[in-house]
């Protein structure tokens, strides 16, 4: 089951920047994702909520937003959603 592979690989990440309660919580959710109780549907939703709050741009749609170069946009931190580089724009 892929979902069995992506949960073990979640729970090997280093939670040091999460506070204990978005641990305990973000191990709940992968839980219940891993044991089948979410649809797809339910995960779509749920993706769209946190995108909506997170607003994670493209390094060139962040550059262009913010009036600055690719490289300079390149120095704002990054992550990575969805095997995507974004940069995350909620300020």
Not at 12 to 31: C, D, R, T, V
Not at 52 to 70: K, R, V
Request: aromatic residues 8%.
């Amino acid at each position: 089951m892929a979902l069995t592979c992506k949960y073990t690989q979640f729970k090997k990440l280093n939670h040091m920047q999460l506070s204990e309660y978005e641990q305990k919580a973000i191990n709940k959710l992968g839980e219940s994702i891993h044991l089948g109780k979410w649809s797809n549907q339910g995960m779509v939703q749920l993706i769209e909520l946190v995108g909506d709050y997170l607003n994670p741009l493209a390094i060139q749609e962040y550059a262009d937003a913010h009036g600055i170069s690719y490289q300079g946009a390149r120095k704002h931190r990054q992550t990575e959603i969805l095997r995507q580089k974004r940069i995350i724009d909620n300020d």
